[in-house]
T-cell receptor, first 115, second 114 residues
Framework: DGGITQSPKYLFRKEGQNVTLSCEQN?????MYWYRQDPGQGLRLIYY???????QKGDIAEGYSVSREKKESFPLTVTSAQKNPTAFYLC??????????????FGPGTRLTVL | AQTVTQSQPEMSVQEAETVTLSCTYD???????LFWYKQPPSRQMILVIR??????QNATENRFSVNFQKAAKSFSLKISDSQLGDAAMYFC???????????FGAGTILRVKS
């Protein structure tokens, strides 16, 4: 079955540690995205990548880093510089073809808690 | 920059009744797409319905339909014959026809009473 997987489902981090959230898709999508969701707020874009080896900052990129070495994978690293990293993180992908709806498909999310 | 506003933090509906969720957006562009996503307690985001701005006809998907008013920049979601499984957070989202980024509203929690 095609889809997007995120791991782990729950992640606990001590202050001062970097952690990496995994996102893999087998939909053959060119574009991938990372969002952060906080209670009472909508999804906010952290980083996105429209093609392998290329990515752009979203609205709240500070304290995060990404890589896109493979089409299928778009890992997100939450660094110690991120002041308030406790949140729910969602990964998404889309075809990247702007001529159509090009809707985004989402993974199941990772809940990150800083202890 | 585009913004999306959902003015109803929470809504309630009786099972089998109809409910309408509001969404307004701000943009200077003429070509764009609008979406409604559903996030149930599992937190999996699911696309409910989508609309192209250049289409005057309102989109429908089974019990879900939209009222798209381009001049008023309004994109409301109507759920007919509400079911318990419709209980979720609903997000309105905007995408420019020239980009891939989605701009989300803050969401509306829908509660369905039996």
């Amino acid at each position: 079955d095609g889809g997007i997987t995120q791991s782990p489902k729950y992640l606990f981090r001590k202050e001062g540690q970097n952690v990496t959230l995994s996102c893999e898709q087998n939909l053959n999508h060119d574009a991938m995205y990372w969002y952060r969701q906080d209670p009472g707020q909508g999804l906010r874009l952290i980083y996105y990548s429209q093609i392998v080896n290329d990515f752009q900052k979203g609205d709240i990129a500070e304290g995060y880093s990404v890589s896109r070495e493979k089409k299928e994978s778009f890992p997100l690293t939450v660094t110690s510089a991120q002041k308030n990293p406790t949140a729910f993180y969602l990964c998404a992908s889309s075809r990247g073809d702007r001529s159509t709806y090009n809707e985004q498909f989402f993974g199941p999310g990772t809940r990150l808690t800083v202890l | 920059a585009q913004t999306v506003t959902q003015s109803q933090p929470e809504m309630s509906v009786q099972e089998a009744e109809t409910v309408t969720l509001s969404c307004t957006y701000d943009t200077s562009e003429s070509d764009y797409y609008l979406f409604w996503y559903k996030q149930p307690p599992s937190r999996q985001m699911i696309l409910v319905i989508r609309q192209e701005a250049y289409k005057q006809q309102n989109a429908t998907e089974n019990r879900f339909s939209v009222n798209f008013q381009k001049a008023a920049k309004s994109f409301s979601l109507k759920i007919s014959d509400s079911q318990l499984g419709d209980a979720a957070m609903y997000f309105c989202a905007y995408r420019s026809a020239w980009g891939n980024k989605l701009v989300f509203g803050a969401g509306t929690i829908l509660r369905v009473k039996s």
